[in-house]
Nanobody, 121 residues
Framework: QVQLVESGGGLVQAGGSLRLSCAASGRIFSINVMGWYRQAPGKQREQVAGITSGGSTNYADSVKGRFTISRDNAKNTVYLQMNSLKPDDTAVYYC???????????????WGQGTQVTVSS
């Protein structure tokens, strides 16, 4: 089985920084796109950032210039560096990844369990 385990969430004051990590483990053959999503109370889950295996990135307009997504392919890990945090960034953050299992043919999307990020004003 494949698992995504996130870490790095917490409570921070506005203007502060946090770094989220998400490590994929299990019978992994290859990983295509990895990304971060977030869901605030009463709102739909939204994409924050994504990164391909080749390093191409995309960001939601609301986080451009403040957040940076990166990945370590050797460690099957994706990171989200969040700077200049705002109270509006408060949400549960989820990572996801399109993974091809060992012995498999197709890519399947897996999700982490989520990590809470709270930004106080």
């Amino acid at each position: 089985q494949v698992q995504l385990v996130e870490s790095g969430g917490g409570l921070v004051q506005a203007g502060g920084s946090l770094r989220l990590s998400c490590a994929a483990s299990g019978r992994i053959f290859s990983i295509n796109v990895m990304g971060w999503y977030r869901q605030a109370p009463g709102k739909q889950r939204e994409q924050v950032a994504g990164i391909t295996s080749g390093g191409s990135t995309n960001y939601a307009d609301s986080v451009k210039g403040r957040f940076t997504i990166s990945r370590d392919n050797a460690k099957n890990t994706v990171y989200l560096q969040m700077n200049s945090l705002k109270p509006d960034d408060t949400a549960v953050y989820y990572c996801n990844a399109d993974i091809r299992n060992s012995g498999g043919i197709y890519y399947t999307t897996y999700w982490g369990q989520g990590t809470q990020v709270t930004v106080s004003s």
